[in-house]
Each structure stands twice: as C-alpha cells, then as structure tokens.
C-alpha cells in the first residue's frame, strides 16, 4: 500500500490535520515579522544635542525665563539646510546673538565652533515612545550599528538553516520543532528585556537560528502529513499566512509604540501557543525511511484514533509500513551527492545562473523591506500596504504558472523590479504617494518572483539531486538577506548607493536567463541525463532557429517531452 493511501485511510482531512494545520500557520504567521521588526523597534526618531539651557532651565535662570524652547534651541544648535537643528554637531558655546536678527543676517554661522553630542541626544516621542535607537544611542556615529543589528539578526539563519538539517536527520523533526519553538519564544521575550545592545544582537542572533530550524521543520511535518489532494490548498495558506503575519506587525507597532512591549507582544504568544507543538506527531514518512517500523505503526494509529477511525487504526499492520519503507528507500538510494554537482558541468552551470538570478532577486526588494522609512512617511501604512499587496500577487502567480512560460515571466518580473527601484530614485522625497505606488508594484512582481521562481528551480531540478539543491539555493538566498542589510550601511557615504545597486542587479542577472532552459509544460527531470538530454536539444534548437528563422514553426511539432 503507497503511502498517499495510508493518508486517506488515517483520514487526510481529520481533526489531527485540522488541528496541526492552524497551530502550525499561526506559529509561523506570529514568527513572520521577526526579520522585519527593526522597522519599528530600531526606528530612527527626530533628534538633537541634548541642550543644557532645556534640561537646566535653572542654571541661566534670569536668561531663559522669557524664551520659548524653539529660541533656546536656536542659539545652542545649528541648524541644517532643511532649517531644522543638526541632529549630530551643536555649538561649543551659547550663541546668544543669534536671538538679533540683524546680527544672524550679518554672520557667517558656519564659522562657528562646534562640537559633537557630548551629553547625548534629545529625541522625538511623537510617534515611539521608544526605540533601541533611543535606548542605546544608535544615531549619527552609531547609526551604523542599527543596521549591523540587521546583518547579526539575518546572520543567524545562515547557522540555523544547515543545524536543522543535521539535526532532523539525527534526531528527527518533531524534537527539532519543538525546543526551536520554545527557543524562539523564550530567546523573543528574553530580548525584551536585554540590559545591553551586545545581548540584544545575540539574542536576536540565536532567535533568527531557531526561527530557521522551525521554518524547515515546520513545513516538513506540515506538508509530508498531508495528500495531495490538499497539497496545493495547504502550502498556498502556508505562503499567505506570512504576508498575514507582515500585516499584523503594522497593527501591533500602530497600537504599542515601545519596542519593549512590541517584541513581547509578538514574542509572548507564540510562547503559549509553542506548548501545544508537543502534540503534534512525529513525520511519518522520517520514521520510515530511517526503519523505525514500530513507532511509525504508532504514529499512524495515534492520527486514525484522533481523526475518529478507531477500526482503521485497528487494521493496520507493520506490514504495510515496511512495504513502505521498502519504496521509500528504493528511491532515496539513488540520492546523489553534493560533488555531483560541482563534477557534474551541466548541474554546475544550471545550478550556478539559477542562483544568480536568485540572488539579485531577494537582494533587491529585501533590502528595501528593512528599510521602509524610504518609502513614505507613514511607515504603518507602509507596512500594511506591502504586506496586502502579496495577496492578489501571489494569486496571480498560479495564472502566470499554467499559461506563460517560465524565462519569459522571470525576466519581466525581474526587469519590473529592478526598475521600480531605479524609478524611485529620480522620484522627489516630497512625492512620498507616488513613491509609495511605485514600490507597490515592485513588491508585488517580488511576491510573484517567490513563488515562480520555486516552481522554475523545481523544474530544473532533478529529483536525485533536487532536495541537495533546494538546500544549497534555501542557504544561498540568506546570504543574500545579509548581504542586502549590509549595503543599508553605504547609505552613509552615498544616500542613493544601496537604493542604486538594489536595482541594478536584478536588470544584470537577466543575462543568466539567457543560459538556462525552458521548462514550461515539460516533466521534471529524473536523472542528470534528463537534465543533459534537455539542454542539449534546446541548444541546437537555438541554434537552427538563429540560423535559419524559417524552420521556426517546423520546431513546434517536436514534442519536447518525449526527452
């Protein structure tokens, strides 16, 4: 009995399924906004020199009584070309003669002595009450640690993403998903309450590592338990329950403007919730393929009780489950390794400009995700907007799957996104709407650029080495997400440096495109020779179309799935 049967008969759409379905999607809906929150809990306020004459009105008494904290801002801080105090330098020495008109017309303020925030900063709290920004002093020399905070956060799942993989196979994903939920949860509450930004980073470091590892988990446990038949319905919710999580997170920062309470209010629940993963039964299919036949048998039966099929789980034996495990190593034992791909030139090089497309892709629009205050200035509405957009996107991505071809749709999406960006530029800070338009777009061809471009790595997988290569393009694109915070810090040197490699990159990587073969409406590759075969035909197929453009509509009667 195949193992999609096994699933009906345990019931593949019982309460177990019901019930592990939406713990599993509120989790990751809650865990969603962890990359992201540093748009509000690490956000920039207004700020100035702290002023002495402000915080001591008594020590000039018979001075200050008479003016208004504007005035006394005046002559203590320098103001930008924007006529708004410099957030970084203020006066060495009270300039009261900048209070006589005459005299402010006459004198070259510039010529002034200054100095940097000696006694700190003054910050805005019209609209955080607080910030790490605020707690720890992260502006004008430290600005930069603010997005070294991002890098460290992103850092981690390069650690988490392998750890889980050598994990569950030692182990198993249920434990796995179980103490990186409650690591998540406590290291989330744990950050909170850090005395320092050191901690706060590890923390944040160690959270990203656990988020990765539950990801992984997550989904394995959530897709292998379910059939077919529910498969695209699950892993469609699965996908939208994120975008969910990124509208919740502008909710929440609307509502509680204190990082400290901000963190725990997404941090607290997914706590409680991350009990009930206890509950959830180990992946049948593991337990198989490593042979344990007994606890899989229980496993199985566990499901058939909950789901209400007391008899079925009566009838069934371990027979079937080693009949099985017999398929189910069949198949892994032709699984290849990584060298076959780096030996191999046609994976090699398949492998190679899929990455390079990936890459320029979440480079690109996740880079700006951390850094929405370029956007607008309403940075809840911002995020909310971002986070709606994903739906008809996505949506409309399972359209752009059955009817366009797939070089032709990345290399719009790619081309649109890389655009947008170059647009908003030239785009005035002023003209924050039409800005806020344009990256709508843009966000949305990334949303459709997700979920093709999973679909189009797919298909130029083949199934011995596609679970090594998912891998290999999961780790690449969080290289990417670090590399994408670090080009925040270039901002400094250049304001539209990061805004100008975000959207250069994409149009470059359309090159790659060039090199890879079509798979719209082909079957999957089963061996590299599949992969070789179809390279190859689409090679000479390119070539007899260039040379001799009147044999083109001969070629569409070869059916190209026969190879």
């Known amino acids: 009995m195949a193992f999609e049967e096994l699933l009906q008969q345990v019931g593949d759409c019982g309460r177990y399924h019901i019930f592990t379905t939406v713990l599993l999607i509120l989790l990751g809906m809650l865990s969603s906004p962890h990359d992201f929150m540093e748009n509000f809990t690490g956000a920039i306020p207004a700020h100035h020199c702290s002023v002495h004459l402000l915080d001591n009105p008594q020590l000039e008494f018979n001075i200050t009584t008479n003016l208004t904290a504007k005035a006394l801002l005046r002559v203590s801080i320098l103001l930008d070309p924007n006529q708004n105090p410099e957030q970084c330098r203020r006066f060495h020495k009270t300039q009261w003669q900048l209070l006589i008109p005459n005299v402010t017309a006459a004198m070259n303020i510039t010529e002034l002595e200054t100095e940097p925030c000696l006694d700190g900063w003054t910050y805005d709290q019209s609209v955080f009450t607080s910030t790490i920004v605020t707690e720890w002093d992260l502006v004008c020399d430290f600005q930069s640690f603010k997005y070294f905070a991002q890098t460290i956060t992103l850092a981690g799942h390069l650690v988490g993403t392998p750890i889980s993989g050598i994990l569950s196979d030692k182990f198993g994903w249920k434990p796995l998903l179980v103490a990186t939920a409650l690591g998540f949860g406590i290291l989330g509450i744990a950050c909170a309450f850090a005395p320092s930004f050191i901690l706060y980073c590890f923390f944040k470091f160690l959270m990203s590592a656990c988020l990765s590892a539950f990801q992984n988990s997550s989904i394995i446990i959530l897709l292998e338990g379910t059939s077919q038949k529910w498969y695209p319905r699950v892993a469609t919710v699965k996908g939208l329950s994120w975008s969910a999580g990124h509208a919740l997170l502008a909710g929440l920062a609307y509502a509680i403007r204190d990082w400290h309470k901000l963190q725990l209010a997404i941090s607290l629940p997914f706590f409680i919730l991350s009990f009930f993963v206890c509950w959830v039964s180990e992946s049948v299919l593991w337990l198989m393929t490593n042979g344990k036949t007994e606890r899989a048998l229980r496993e199985l039966q566990r499901i058939a009780n909950i789901n209400g099929k007391k008899d079925v789980a009566q009838s069934l034996t371990t027979e079937m489950i080693r009949f099985n495990m017999k398929e189910r190593r069949n198949e892994t034992r032709s699984h290849c390794r990584i060298t076959e791909v780096i030996v191999n030139p046609t994976v090699f090089r398949t492998a190679l400009f899929k990455w390079s497309f990936l890459f320029a892709g979440f480079f690109s629009y996740y880079g700006l995700l951390l850094d929405i205050r370029v956007l607008g200035t309403d940075i809840f509405m911002t995020q909310f907007l971002l986070a709606v957009t994903d739906f008809p996107s996505k949506l409309a991505s399972y359209f752009i799957i059955r009817h366009v071809k797939r070089r032709p749709s990345v290399a719009f999406l790619l081309c649109m996104m890389g655009g947008s960006i170059i647009v908003i530029i030239f785009v005035p800070i002023e003209m924050n709407i039409l800005r806020l338009i344009i990256f709508l777009f843009g966000k949305a061809c990334y949303s ?11 298909e130029l997988s083949p199934t011995i080495l596609r679970s090594t290569l998912q891998a290999f393009y999961i780790f690449s694109l969080r ?34 495109l060039y090199f890879l073969p079509e798979t719209y409406n082909l079957p999957l590759p089963n061996t590299i020779k599949d992969l070789e075969k179809r390279e190859a035909y689409q090679l000479s197929v390119s070539l007899i179309t260039a040379l001799f453009p009147e044999q083109q509509k001969h070629l569409k009667v070869i059916n190209e799935s026969s190879i």
């Open 448 to 458: 459709s650029f997700s979920v093709l471009c999973t679909v189009f790595t797919t």
């Open 479 to 512: 290289i990417s997400m670090t590399c994408a915070s670090l080009v925040l810090v270039t901002g400094k040197y250049f304001v539209h440096l990061p805004m100008i490699l975000y959207g250069v990159l994409p149009i470059v990587a359309l090159t790659s």
